[in-house]
């Protein structure tokens, strides 16, 4: 086994994306930026689409990055985030622009997919919570709104799987994403045809599912001539599920993934189908090594991020840090919303959804950035409470640590506060787990480490956990 090997990890987010260099060096990972770029959607004819060739072009410019610095890698993975997907026809293009999650189309079809199948039922076949956003609910618009699209396509892959396919040529769907379309059995881990038969959904749009680590060939010559060959990995390709492979969780700690959106839950051996589960509103998401992510999807920093888009009005954003330092100042536990709440997930204007919630529920009005910044906060560390204590009912186990992971666990008030409303110690970092996962599954697929738990005490020697203890400071905490 070669004790030194570099790793380039493609982590692609809802908002920017990131070529990563992640080097393996006496038993320590380091990580290098070598490329970053934006990735934001754009309206077409009404809807709001994503702009793969830019993605594309932006994963090309990371390869070309890599060259420039000379880096040879062991092995390339991408990871993305979840539920959206491309449709690609006959010869491999795509049928039209992939569309984004907060695309409106989907208004409604929650209720009208569940009329059609019933939703216990779908619970019980994918084990995954009912979102709007989610691939099925897509899928059933478009088969109700764009039929033609439908019937020209003749694959679906999701966006890391559709990167993937760019650089190898193999039209593959990775598990830990293929589990977000809501389109999955939880107990098989293959398609489940039946459901989607019933909602005219053809089958055969879903091709095969590869489980993480799963070697997808070599790089393509189209890709980067220097780097052809290089044997591309599909690690966990939901980014979320990346970052818990960064970390150790179980035996009583949970993991929070903190950044557009939140993901709280813990990882179990096999998926929870339970009637408490569904009406709890979990998700079953597939993990690494054959576990299952028990969890619950938390709306996340979008809510302040688009609080900043509306400020700027114009100009500069406030900076993040400003609004955070501010909050720490502000008044606290005075206005509390429910951050999960349908008003917030894609209002025209976030701030005034605030404020007509807080007037809806009795509540004082945020009347400065720092004080909707502080209800934003304390809201959410009152949610991650609630689905703690929920997560404790479902598996039968006191959870008593909280490992946060992405960009949240920079911030040191939102931590402070989830400690203090929850009761429960929290560990932050690392920040950058979901590249650090990405390689984790790297280092386990070429032979660099022999498990995922050993690529996980690599990452734990060398990106140390800040310590949190909850203080006495929340009325009415357990």
Known sequence: MRVSADFLAFDIGAESGRAMLGRLAGGRLSLDELARFSNLPRRIDGSLR???????????????????????????????????????????????????????????????????????????????????????????????????????????????????????????????????TQCVNARTRRWATDILRDLEIPPRLFGEIVEPGTVLGPLAAHASVELAGTPVVAPACHDTGSAVAAVRTGGGTAFLSSGTWSLLGIEVPAPALTEEARELNFTNEGGVAGTTRLLKNIAGLWLLQACRQRWAAGSAAPAYEDLVAAARDAPPIRT?????????????????????????????????????????????????????????????????????????????????????????????????????????????????????????GIIERSWPADRYEPRETEPGRR
């Open 50 to 180: 994503w702009d793969f060739d830019a993605i594309w072009q932006a994963v090309r410019e990371g390869l070309a990055a890599a060259v420039a610095r000379g880096v040879s890698p062991v092995s390339i993975g991408v990871d993305a985030w979840g539920v959206d997907y491309g449709l690609i026809d006959a010869e491999g293009d795509l049928v039209e622009p992939p569309y984004h999650y907060r695309d409106h189309r989907t208004d409604g079809m929650v209720d009208r997919v569940s009329a059609l199948i019933g939703r216990a039922r779908l619970y019980e076949t994918t084990g995954v919570q009912c979102l709007a956003i989610n691939t099925i609910y897509q899928l059933r618009a478009a088969v109700e709104q764009t039929p033609a699209v439908i019937e020209r396509a003749e694959r679906l892959l999701t966006i890391p799987d559709l990167v993937n396919y760019r650089l190898t040529g193999r039209a593959a769907c990775e598990f830990t994403n293929a589990s977000t």
């Open 336 to 456: 509390i919303v429910d951050v999960d709440d349908p008003v917030f997930l894609n209002p025209d204007d976030m701030p005034a959804a605030i404020a007509a919630y807080a007037r809806r529920t009795g509540q004082p009005v945020p009347d400065c950035p720092a004080a909707f910044t502080r209800c934003i906060f304390e809201s959410f560390a009152r949610k991650y409470r609630e689905v703690t204590d929920a997560i404790e009912r479902l598996a039968g186990q006191r959870i008593h640590t909280i490992r946060v992971v992405g960009g949240g666990a920079k911030n040191a008030l939102l931590t402070q506060l989830t400690a203090d409303a929850t009761g429960r110690t929290v560990l932050a970092g690392p920040v950058e787990a979901t590249a650090l996962g990405n390689i984790a599954v790297q280092m386990v697929a070429t032979g660099h480490a022999t498990s995922i738990d050993e690529a996980r």
